[in-house]
Nanobody, 130 residues
Framework: EVQLVESGGGLVQPGESLRLSCAHS????????LGWFRQRPGKEREWVAC????????YYSDSLRNRFTISRDSAKNTFDLQIHAVNSEDTALYFC???????????????????????RGPGTQVTVSS
C-alpha cells in the first residue's frame, strides 16, 4: 500500500517561515504530479499548490501564491512546501498528495479537489501562535 508521510509541522510564531516535507519510500516522485492541501479549523479542505512531473511547472492557489513555495528534491525523493511569514490563518492540517494518473497537475485540467490525486498522507499539523 502506498503511504505518504508528511513532516515539519508544529507550533510556529507569526512571521516565521516553515518547511513541510512529504516522503515515500517506493514512489518515484519525478514521474508524477505532487500537491499540497490544507484544512483550517472549521473550513473545508483547500488546494494549496502543485508541481508537475515533467516540466516541474508550479501552480498555486491565487490567495496563497505570494507566501508559499512548492519544490521537489529528486535526490531525496521528497517534495516540500515552504510557508513564508506565517500568520494565524495558516493554522491548519497540511496534506501532501500524489497523482500517479498523470504527470500534469490536476489544476491544469480544472481539478482542485484532493480526489484528483490517488494517494495522500495523513497530514501534519501547523499551529501559528505567539
Amino acid at each position: 500500500e502506498v503511504q505518504l508521510v508528511e513532516s515539519g509541522g508544529g507550533l510556529v510564531q507569526p512571521g516565521e517561515s516553515l518547511r513541510l516535507s512529504c516522503a515515500h519510500s517506493e514512489l518515484t516522485f519525478d514521474d508524477y504530479a505532487l500537491g499540497w492541501f490544507r484544512q483550517r479549523p472549521g473550513k473545508e479542505r483547500e488546494w494549496v499548490a502543485c508541481i508537475d512531473g515533467v516540466l516541474k511547472s508550479t501552480y498555486y492557489s491565487d490567495s496563497l501564491r505570494n507566501r508559499f513555495t512548492i519544490s521537489r528534491d529528486s535526490a531525496k525523493n521528497t517534495f516540500d512546501l515552504q510557508i513564508h511569514a506565517v500568520n494565524s490563518e495558516d493554522t491548519a492540517l497540511y496534506f501532501c498528495a500524489v497523482s500517479t494518473m498523470s504527470d500534469l497537475c490536476p489544476v491544469t485540467y480544472g481539478e482542485r479537489e484532493i480526489d484528483a490525486y490517488d494517494y495522500r498522507g495523513p497530514g501534519t499539523q501547523v499551529t501559528v501562535s505567539s
